[in-house]
């Protein structure tokens, strides 16, 4: 059971990760706080439901509408179904180009505050952009192979986020960068090969 308690709090992924530390910098942990009374984690606002049960909103002092979900399992699946479609490039708010600094400046009031703590938890540099958290860096060889990591190191497939949410589609036309630049090694791989054997 999901309650104000971070140890209750779902994990797995990268993007439960990022779920988390946002959890953390709205004050989901505070027992009483909106996002605790509110089953809603993110402190999502209308418009954020993705599907998820609802029992109505709530009009915060700050101004903002916030969503009322009726479980706190609905209101994690809401915020990682939204960081999910950031992460893979289907918001139409958010990109994952975007850094921390400017992710904060449209999700959160005081964002300054906000950034801090999340990227914080997460370990990671304000100024970084945010879907780089996503993905090891590759060393790439000048012929396009990308060189082994060294012992104990994992690089993640190039894939990884759209396997994350394989339910809700790309739209059509775009490929998110992180998926586009792994094609392009594999077609470089392909054509030297090719070229090789040939």
């Given at each position: 059971?999901?309650?104000?308690?971070?140890?209750?709090w779902?994990?797995?992924?990268?993007?439960?990760e990022?779920?988390?530390?946002?959890?953390?910098?709205?004050g989901?942990?505070?027992?009483?706080?909106?996002?605790?009374?509110?089953?809603?984690?993110?402190?999502?606002?209308?418009?954020?439901?993705?599907?998820?049960?609802?029992?109505?909103?709530?009009?915060?002092?700050?101004?903002?509408?916030a969503?009322?979900?009726?479980?706190?399992?609905?209101?994690?699946?809401?915020?990682?179904?939204?960081?999910?479609?950031?992460a893979?490039?289907?918001?139409?708010?958010?990109?994952?180009?975007?850094?921390?600094?400017?992710?904060?400046?449209?999700?959160?009031?005081?964002?300054?505050?906000?950034?801090?703590?999340?990227?914080?938890?997460?370990?990671?540099?304000?100024?970084?952009?945010?879907?780089?958290?996503?993905?090891?860096?590759?060393?790439v060889?000048?012929?396009?192979?990308?060189?082994?990591?060294?012992?104990?190191?994992?690089?993640?497939?190039?894939?990884?986020?759209?396997?994350?949410?394989?339910s809700?589609?790309?739209?059509?036309?775009?490929?998110?960068?992180?998926?586009?630049?792994?094609?392009?090694?594999?077609?470089?791989?392909?054509?030297?090969?090719?070229f090789?054997?040939?």
């Amino acid at each position: 059971m999901i309650t104000n308690d971070p140890r209750s709090w779902p994990a797995g992924d990268k993007i439960w990760e990022v779920c988390r530390a946002i959890a953390l910098a709205e004050g989901a942990n505070i027992g009483g706080s909106a996002p605790d009374r509110l089953n809603n984690p993110g402190d999502l606002s209308r418009g954020d439901e993705q599907h998820q049960a609802v029992i109505g909103y709530e009009t915060l002092p700050d101004g903002e509408v916030a969503i009322h979900f009726a479980s706190k399992e609905a209101g994690w699946n809401a915020l990682y179904s939204k960081i999910s479609n950031i992460a893979a490039g289907r918001s139409s708010v958010y990109s994952p180009e975007m850094t921390w600094r400017q992710i904060s400046a449209k999700y959160a009031g005081n964002s300054s505050a906000w950034v801090n703590n999340v990227t914080a938890a997460l370990g990671v540099n304000p100024d970084s952009r945010f879907g780089d958290f996503f993905f090891e860096p590759q060393t790439v060889s000048s012929s396009g192979k990308v060189i082994d990591p060294g012992p104990g190191e994992i690089l993640q497939p190039v894939d990884a986020i759209a396997a994350a949410a394989p339910s809700a589609p790309v739209a059509e036309g775009s490929i998110p960068t992180p998926v586009l630049v792994g094609m392009l090694v594999l077609a470089g791989a392909f054509v030297i090969n090719e070229f090789l054997w040939d």
